[in-house]
């Protein structure tokens, strides 16, 4: 079974610096996703970035970004200048991606990372 | 934007009680699921639904839990009676399934308080 282990329960970032939250995830598969999720003080989880397993190239959306080690099975976040609307709950999730109906896209979340952003 | 959507946003309920959770999917969406979160833990899948049948289920989703799409728009999941330990945030979400690299989207939750 997969599983996917956020070892920092809480992080702080001084406002425009630079913050990375860390992920591991342990799966036998070769073809997977791996995502982060945002989950604002609101609760409504918004995805904020997403890695196929099979690019080698990390993913980037503006100011996030990822160092998606395949190896390793590590997945982190970067979050560049830093703001204080980033201030939300992190979470890392993975997804498979193998052939066929028994694979129903479900998400396996980590543990999640609070980060506080600080004026 | 289309978006899930949940109601209510708060439950609260006597243990042994029966509640339904609704939510209302994007509408060409396929693919729905239910995940729960117990205050200070991971988010937890409990089920996914695919063409009107529960197509995988966790453990934790034993006989006391049901899920439904009644008319074509609402999904509901059901817990028959409540326990304490259903105390959690809900979530709703769904997805449209036709490519591979397609993304879940999630409702605002429904916090269940059993008393």
């Known amino acids: 079974a997969q599983t996917v282990t956020q070892s920092q329960p809480e992080m702080s970032v001084q406002e425009a610096e630079t913050v990375t939250l860390s992920c591991t995830y342990d799966t036998s598969e070769s073809d997977y996703y791996l995502f982060w999720y945002k989950q604002p003080p609101s609760r409504q989880m918004i995805l904020v970035i997403r890695?196929?397993?099979?690019?080698?190239q990390n993913a980037t959306e503006n100011r996030f970004s990822v160092n998606f080690q395949k190896a390793a099975k590590s997945f982190s976040l970067k979050i560049s200048d830093s703001q204080l609307g980033d201030a939300a709950m992190y979470f890392c999730?993975?997804?498979?991606?193998?052939?066929?109906?028994?694979?129903?896209?479900?998400?396996?979340f980590g543990q999640g990372t609070t980060l506080q952003v600080k004026p | 934007e289309p978006e899930v959507t949940q109601t209510p946003s708060h439950q609260v309920t006597q243990m042994g009680q029966e509640v339904i959770l609704r939510c209302v999917p994007i509408?060409?969406?396929?693919?729905f699921y239910w995940y729960r979160q117990i205050l200070g833990q991971k988010v937890e899948f409990l089920v996914s639904?695919?063409?009107?049948?529960?197509?995988?289920k966790s453990e934790i989703f034993d006989d006391q839990f049901s899920v439904e799409r009644p008319d074509g728009s609402n999904f509901t999941l059901k817990i028959r009676s409540t326990k304490l330990e259903d105390s959690a945030m809900y979530f709703c979400?769904?997805?449209?399934?036709?490519?591979?690299?397609?993304?879940?989207?999630f409702g605002p939750g429904t916090r269940l308080t059993v008393l």
């Open positions: 890695q196929e397993a099979y690019k080698q």
């Open positions: 509408s060409n969406h396929l693919y």
């Open positions: 999730a993975y997804r498979s991606n193998r052939k066929g109906s028994s694979n129903t896209g479900k998400l396996i």
């Open positions: 639904f695919y063409n009107n049948e529960i197509s995988e």
């Open positions: 979400a769904s997805r449209r399934g036709t490519t591979s690299t397609d993304t879940q989207y």
